[in-house]
Nanobody, 121 residues
Framework: QVRMAESGGGLVQAGGSLRLSCAAS????????MAWFRQAPGKERDMVAR???????YYPDSVKDRFTMTRDIAKNTVTLQMNDLKPEDTAVYYC???????????????WGQGTQVTVSS
């Protein structure tokens, strides 16, 4: 059993920054890929950052150059630094973990409960 716990959401004005954290605990062996997803009301859950065991990262164009994901393998933690936030970044943000080839949300085995990020204009 793996537990994922996010923290760090909140309310911020447009142009501001927030830092999300996620800690994995339990049977963490094999958590090769970790990612952040977000889901806004009425929209699908989309990936906003992904990092693998080698700390290679992926970001979609919508957040590239604004979001940075880092990973501490020894501590089983990841962070998501979000800068220059925009109202369209408002969503519930989820931390997820999966095996080596995890890309689509259905590939990720473990999920956190989510943390709300609200960006006011």
């Amino acid at each position: 059993q793996v537990r994922m716990a996010e923290s760090g959401g909140g309310l911020v004005q447009a142009g501001g920054s927030l830092r999300l954290s996620c800690a994995a605990s339990g049977r963490t062996e094999g958590l090769w890929v970790m990612a952040w997803f977000r889901q806004a009301p009425g929209k699908e859950r989309d990936m906003v950052a992904r990092i693998n065991w080698s700390k290679n990262t992926y970001y979609p164009d919508s957040v590239k150059d604004r979001f940075t994901m880092t990973r501490d393998i020894a501590k089983n933690t990841v962070t998501l630094q979000m800068n220059d936030l925009k109202p369209e970044d408002t969503a519930v943000y989820y931390c997820a973990a999966g095996s080596t080839m995890a890309w689509h949300q259905s590939d990720f085995l473990y999920w956190g409960q989510g943390t709300q990020v609200t960006v006011s204009s």
